[in-house]
């Protein structure tokens, strides 16, 4: 096989904050599929996948837990791990944020930007948003009050180290514009260059004091290193990188990486902070950095409280490894989030998986024992229905190899399911049970046999990167090792006059719904019953610890991620605990009866740039239409959102929040344990801007 070059390939690396859910496993199943068919296809792949281990959120955690912060990672890193390897990810290398090599590089990597000036010691002052646990710049304040909530903000100020973020920003700037692939998608590129890049950059708080559990500035022992700068150094840590000039034999081989792979939340830190770092090194940067969209449980962000996770063991329990492979890989979307529930993961195992590719399978085995003993010859009986069959086998490779290209993963596969289907419609074009019948025609009947048997076997060879043991267990059925890609373009590789298994098993048995129904509600309360007992005894232990859930261990350091962008929830993997509310004064009717509420339709919904909580909404409140903004996108996706009806409440004074004139409110409830907001709905057979009396 030819060597086409290297191929270093990464996907982000997993907090450990608990057990990851299908969707950060399906960004790990995605890079396997990648890295297993660059493999097939000739590349030198490295595979490189692991934990992120520090941080605040990981500290109170460990709390939480009643572990120490290294007992906690150890058992969520572990689990992290177990999961990848379930799911058969061939990863090169799985790399902790607490292996010894990566923690020493990254105070080598930090002494040496601080050696050269990018990284300085300064004073970090802004203003601080308890409510979002941000800081903001003066600047940065909307009519003084904070960008994301409109919550009242106060100054902060702490002791950091800082790095020019802004030194390298017009350097880039012209990278991003000379290298097209650089951000994929497209849509992706265009966001961080005209929300974040050209608006200017900030230099970056690149230490913490306010809490411990991280890797400490090797001068200065009481600043750990932002786990952000901690974590990206993994890429080139974990390959040998040394900051003193000494990088490994690895490093040199498979530096620069040819992909990041990364969900869309993470893309700014991977295509601005992480290459001006590496610029800082003077490193070269990664060839391309790819954020994929999300998988959403129903529509919805996965959240514990409300029991709707789904983890990749639980799913195998039900489907198989290689279902939920499938699933995952063929559901989701380029650009768009992708829908994973119970229901459609039943409907399209049965249809893919049993039917097209599993009833394919059997029926040829089976023919080919009934009629032949087994044996698959091809006594050159061609018809011209042959030909096109023929053409789409191997054109197969061709197609899909042009997806791969542009990591369009999804279309690979249906390359490949497309030669299944083509497969079964030949057998109803051939009727195989008809030639059968005919003394004559035992030689077309083999012939078809044969072209069956190729096709299977061609396909089966593409699919192997992405289904890796079902492939394995075709290729046992039909007796021959997998073809290799190069040879994919050509018809006959399978030995004529070759046996396949006397006894073929069944691939993927016909799922009943009701059945993968009533287990999935059992999971489904099991979580639940997890989920509650968990808040009692983090709450004992954090109380045994002198530590409470209404005064967050967090403190002002911390936050700065958060402006950064990267919100808690993320770093938790599941929505942000909500303190109790203090107990709001007591109200008189009176006053409650000063609020106008009125139902009111939803006509348009979008996310507001530059903010990750708040939505503009345009309502039709009667006769009359309004701009309402609202702090609950963690909760609500805009494109959901439209043609539902609200309550609103009109006469509330108009305010201005991230820039936009906000003419009323939504009214909706938080959950006080996990902070969750579900919208008020009316009644549907309210009338649109009828006044709703509340009594
Ligand atoms: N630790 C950081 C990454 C640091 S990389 C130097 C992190 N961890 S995470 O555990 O929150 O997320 C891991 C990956 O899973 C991220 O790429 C994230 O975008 C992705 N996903 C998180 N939720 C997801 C879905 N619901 N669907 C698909 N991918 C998702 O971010």
Redesign the pocket.
């Known amino acids: 096989m030819q060597n086409k070059g290297t191929y270093y390939i990464t996907?982000?690396?997993?907090?450990t904050?608990g057990k990851?859910?299908?969707?950060?496993t399906?960004?790990a199943v995605l890079a396997d599929s990648i890295a297993r068919y660059k493999r097939a296809d000739g590349y030198d792949v490295y595979f490189q996948t692991g934990s992120?281990e520090h941080g605040q959120k990981i500290e109170t955690r460990a709390a939480e837990e009643g572990m120490s912060p290294q007992e906690y990672v150890d058992m969520t890193a572990g689990e992290i791990k177990r999961l990848w390897d379930l799911m058969g990810t061939s990863y090169d290398r799985f790399i902790r944020t607490t292996d010894a090599d990566h923690a020493g590089q990254v105070q080598k990597i930090f002494k040496k930007l601080y050696d050269q000036g990018d990284i300085y010691k300064g004073k970090y002052e802004g203003m601080y948003c308890t409510e979002c646990e941000a800081f903001y710049t003066k600047q940065q304040l909307v009519d003084g009050r904070c960008p994301e909530c409109g919550g009242e903000v106060h100054p902060a100020s702490e002791e950091a180290y800082f790095f020019r973020m802004g030194k390298y920003a017009p350097r880039l700037i012209e990278y991003i514009n000379s290298h097209p692939d650089f951000i994929q998608p497209v849509s992706r590129r265009n966001e961080m260059m005209n929300n974040f890049l050209l608006p200017g950059l900030q230099d970056l708080c690149v230490s913490r004091t306010s809490f411990k559990w991280g890797i400490p500035v090797s001068f200065d022992e009481k600043h750990v290193i932002y786990v952000?700068l901690d974590?990206?150094c993994?890429?080139i840590t974990g390959i040998g990188y040394d900051a003193e000039g000494n990088s490994s034999a690895l490093y040199r081989r498979y530096w620069p990486a040819q992909l990041h792979l990364?969900?869309?939340?993470?893309i700014r830190?991977?295509t601005i902070y992480w290459p001006i770092f590496l610029m800082a090194l003077g490193e070269p940067l990664p060839h391309q950095v790819f954020g994929?969209?999300?998988?959403?449980q129903g529509g919805e962000?996965?959240s514990k409280s409300k029991g709707n996770v789904l983890y990749a063991d639980d799913l195998v329990d039900l489907f198989g490894v290689d279902a939920v492979r499938y699933f995952v890989l063929h559901e989701m979307p380029y650009e768009n989030?992708g829908v994973i529930t119970w229901d459609l993961m039943v409907e399209r195992i049965n249809s893919d998986l049993a039917n097209t590719l599993g009833n394919l399978v059997k029926r040829t085995v089976t023919m080919s024992n009934k009629y032949f003993d087994g044996v698959v010859e091809d006594r050159g009986a061609a018809e011209p229905v042959d030909g096109d069959l023929k053409s789409t086998v191997t054109g197969a490779y061709a197609l899909a190899e042009a997806h791969m290209a542009e990591l369009r993963v999804a279309d690979a596969l249906t390359d490949i399911m497309n030669v299944y289907k083509r497969l079964n419609k030949y057998i109803d074009e051939t009727e195989p049970w008809v030639l059968a019948r005919d003394e004559a025609k035992q030689d077309r009947l083999a012939t078809v046999l044969y072209n069956l048997t190729e096709g299977i076997l061609t396909a089966t060879s593409l699919l192997s990167p992405f289904l890796p043991s079902t492939a394995e267990k075709i290729a046992a059925q039909l007796g021959v090792p997998l073809c290799s890609f190069e040879t994919l373009g050509e018809f006959g590789k399978y030995p004529s006059g070759h046996k396949v298994t006397a006894e073929p098993e069944i691939l993927f048995a016909r799922l009943d719904k009701e059945e993968i129904l009533a287990k999935a509600q059992v999971i489904s309360e099991r979580q639940r019953a997890e989920f509650l007992a968990h808040q009692e005894k983090a709450a004992k232990n954090l109380a045994a610890a002198g530590l409470s859930k209404e005064q967050p261990v967090v403190s002002s350091g911390e936050h700065q991620e958060k402006a950064a962008g990267?919100t808690p929830e993320?770093?938790a993997?599941e929505p942000a605990e909500a303190a109790v509310p203090a107990g709001k004064p007591k109200v008189t009717i009176d006053d409650f009866d000063k609020m106008e509420f009125r139902v009111g339709t939803v006509l348009q919904c979008e996310a507001v740039k530059g903010s990750r909580k708040l939505l503009c909404f345009r309502v039709k409140i009667g006769g009359e239409e309004r701009q309402i903004v609202s702090g609950i996108h963690k909760y609500y996706e805009p494109e959901k959102m439209v043609g539902r009806k609200v309550m609103v409440i009109v006469n509330l004074e108009p305010a201005t929040l991230a820039g936009l004139r906000s003419e009323g409110m939504l009214l909706s409830a938080a959950d006080p344990v996990t902070g969750e907001v579900a919208l008020m709905t009316p009644d549907p057979d309210k009338e649109i801007g009828s006044g709703a009396e509340i009594c």
């Open positions: 996907t982000a690396i997993a907090y904050s990851p859910h299908i969707g950060n399906y960004e992120d952000w974590a990206l993994n890429y990364v969900g869309k939340d993470i830190f991977h994929h969209p999300w998988l959403l962000k996965m989030d990267k993320n770093a993997g």
